[in-house]
């Protein structure tokens, strides 16, 4: 075959060295991923690795029934709504937790993802070698990417595999189209035909994937070898659309109907102008230039007030100016070397999805959105550094520089991955790199928190939880999440009950209830800006409550307890709560009769025990209340202070079963006062 003009041809092209057999290569490449990971596989479920991993019930079994869900049903289902359906990306976890028996047993998953990038890095080389036919750039292209620090949180993160897949997805589709291209007869549409199927994996596995058709119509633009037909090429471009458009129209029915309300502090552009939100948006695309160029401070959390929005200071024309250099570059290459010129577009096309540029995506910056446009940058730097070394005749300088970014890389790579190994040690790097973080001190609140079942440690997590509030204070209400106050509340409560456990000061222990009430009122407060479930309210209200009641503010204590109650009737810490209120205020038989009222309704043991001792600790002066029977004790319905409440909350709670629909259970009820005549029993 002829070979195109030399103005046409890219640099890469022109020349073809020798070097080791692939299958040498492929290894080596494998052995140094492995080298660069090999203490990733020891991290845990972090990040949103357990809720995705261990708590989505369609990962259970293979079964129909699941399949039907993961199909049918958004990437977050049944936790929160979100716009994001990658059933691909889900069925690979159900791979690892049913199918291979992983379960909650991280190192399979690790080593999944380990064979997905493995795949991604020869993938790589493959096309480097079939686009620019040298051993050599193909192969330091290949390693430098597969241990850029870049790609930790794609690989090392479990849930970075949609990631991971999407990128598969492209890049085999795009080595298929290619040998297509080459091949004839036959064995032209098998290669289509892979390529269809890879595209389709890559677009049911992460939405970005769609970006993958634009990567190979613009090669066909600016790098095919042989003469360009345009019928041909559009030919295949509307075959490799397909899967794209099955793709959107499976999405647009799965997704029918959601709303989802992108939260302020995960992206601050999208309550900004629009060319405020634009300029932003640049100035974060400056930002991940330069960790690819320097990758030493990572962070798996860029949130409010981390990344502020464009306002003209140094730092934002630093990045202004980075992404001005890489857009004159790329206009200059398509002269001087297409293939560079390719690679930036070819990566800006990639990463344009989630650059918010176009529209507003989940999150204003994170490092996994890197991974495939990080692999056609680093060939843009391959190839500038080879072309450099001939123009200027440096003998082996590019050979020298990029063994020494390998190296370089591998072991930030391999420093990264323990940042992964758990909660603590990931939001305890997070800050370093991201102190004006709401997020990561919030998370590391509730990092620590869950790593010490004795809670030990709660001035440590109060601490941090006061980081992460003092920096939402400088948000206006309507923008200001809620949850973290509510977290922040039961914290203090925790820390006040332990200190008084604990003997710990009074003073102190007032302090954190004081504090608790506060960030429950706050908490209250911005509810009802918000649209939150009620039920969450009512917990508030309960949590509140108890604080108010440790202060001694007894009546404000009361209030939040009936209103929390009330919404929950079916829930017994509603009448744990309420009953300590009740007593409180000196309101014994009422608290009695609640604690009558949520055994009848739930059936909790320990509401039975509670009522027992209230009856033995003064409020049974007649001393009848209680007996024992076969080493039980009982309540004695012939004692008139129980009549007088089992008749009280046997009614109360027949009307409950029948207001919330249960009119079986309303029927139940009676069996309590079986044998007592409660139309002559006086109300207590």
């Not at 601050?268 to 300029?279: H, L, M, N, Y």
């Not at 464009?310 to 202004?320: E, I, K, Q």
């Not at 973080?437 to 869950?450: G, I, R």
Request: aromatic letters at 10%; one cysteine or more; charged letters at 15%.
């Amino acid at each position: 075959m002829a070979k195109p003009p030399r103005a046409q041809q890219p640099q890469a092209l022109r020349t073809s060295d020798q070097g080791p057999r692939v299958a040498v290569v492929l290894t080596a490449l494998a052995a140094l991923v492995l080298l660069a990971y090999s203490n990733s596989f020891g991290a845990g479920f972090v990040f949103d690795n357990r809720v995705l991993l261990l708590e989505d019930t369609r990962l259970r079994a293979l079964t129909s029934a699941n399949l039907n869900l993961i199909v049918n049903k958004s990437y977050w289902w049944p936790f929160i709504e979100t716009p994001l359906y990658r059933p691909v990306t889900t069925l690979s976890y159900l791979l690892n937790y049913s199918v291979l028996g992983h379960s909650d047993r991280p190192l399979g998953y690790h080593v999944l993802n380990w064979l997905l990038h493995t795949a991604n890095v020869w993938l790589v080389f493959g096309l480097a070698m079939r686009i620019g036919r040298r051993v050599w750039p193909a192969i330091f292209l290949a390693a430098l990417w597969a241990v850029h620090p870049l790609g930790t949180e794609a690989v090392t993160n479990i849930v970075g595999r949609a990631d991971l897949l999407a990128a598969c997805g492209v890049l085999a589709s795009f080595y298929a189209y290619l040998a297509a291209g080459d091949a004839g007869g036959g064995r032209r549409w098998v290669w289509m035909a892979l390529s269809v199927t890879a595209m389709t994996v890559a677009v049911f596995s992460k939405e970005s994937a769609i970006a993958g058709l634009g990567v190979i119509v613009l090669y066909d633009l600016f790098c095919r070898h042989k003469p360009f037909r345009l019928w041909e090429s559009a030919r295949g471009w509307a075959i490799l659309a397909l899967p794209v458009v099955a793709f959107l129209y499976q999405r647009s029915i799965v997704l029918a109907g959601s709303r989802t309300e992108i939260p302020y502090v995960d992206n601050p552009v999208v309550d900004a102008g629009f060319w405020t939100g634009r300029i932003t948006a640049l100035g974060v695309m400056g930002r991940y230039l330069a960790l690819l160029l320097w990758p030493a401070h990572l962070s798996a959390d860029y949130s409010f007030s981390q990344i502020p929005l464009a306002s003209g200071n140094f730092t934002d024309w630093l990045a202004w100016i980075a992404v001005a250099a890489v857009t004159v570059a790329a206009l200059i290459s398509v002269k001087e070397n297409r293939l560079v010129s390719f690679c930036l577009g070819a990566a800006l096309l990639t990463f344009l999805p989630a650059a918010n540029l176009l529209f507003t995506t989940g999150t204003i910056m994170a490092e996994r959105l890197m991974y495939l446009p990080s692999a056609f940058l680093v060939a843009a730097i391959v190839a500038t550094v080879y072309s450099f070394e001939a123009t200027n005749g440096y003998r082996r300088l590019a050979p020298a520089l990029l063994s020494l970014a390998v190296i370089g890389c591998g072991a930030r790579t391999f420093a990264r991955n323990g940042d992964w190994h758990d909660d603590v040690s990931l939001w305890t790097a997070t800050i370093a790199t991201a102190p004006a973080s709401f997020k990561s001190h919030d998370s590391l609140a509730e990092a620590l928190y869950q790593a010490d079942p004795s809670h030990n440690n709660l001035e440590r997590v109060t601490e941090e939880k006061e980081k992460s509030l003092a920096i939402l204070q400088e948000l206006p209400e309507p923008l200001v999440p809620v949850t973290p106050y509510r977290t922040g509340a039961s914290y203090y409560l925790e820390r006040g009950d332990w200190l008084q456990a604990h003997n710990g000061t009074p003073k102190d222990a007032a302090r954190a209830y004081q504090r608790a009430a506060d960030l429950g009122e706050r908490y209250l407060a911005l509810a009802r800006l918000h649209q939150i479930p009620a039920t969450e309210i009512s917990e508030a209200q309960l949590l509140v409550s108890n604080a108010y009641r440790h202060l001694g503010q007894a009546q404000r204590s009361l209030e939040l307890a009936q209103h929390g109650a009330a919404v929950q009737p079916f829930n017994p810490d509603a009448y744990r709560d309420l009953t300590a209120a009740l007593l409180s205020v000196n309101r014994s038989d009422e608290a009695a009769v609640e604690l009558m009222t949520g055994f009848m309704v739930t059936g909790d043991e320990e509401l039975r025990r509670a009522l027992i001792a209230l009856y033995q600790t003064g409020l049974d002066a007649a001393g009848c209340a209680t007996t024992v029977s076969g080493g039980r004790t009982t309540l004695n319905v012939a004692c008139d202070i129980v009549r007088r409440h089992l008749c009280a909350a046997a009614a109360r709670a027949a009307k409950l079963q029948h207001d919330h629909g249960r009119p079986d259970l309303a029927a139940q009820v009676s069996t309590f006062t079986r044998g007592v005549d409660c139309a002559s029993v006086g109300t207590p």
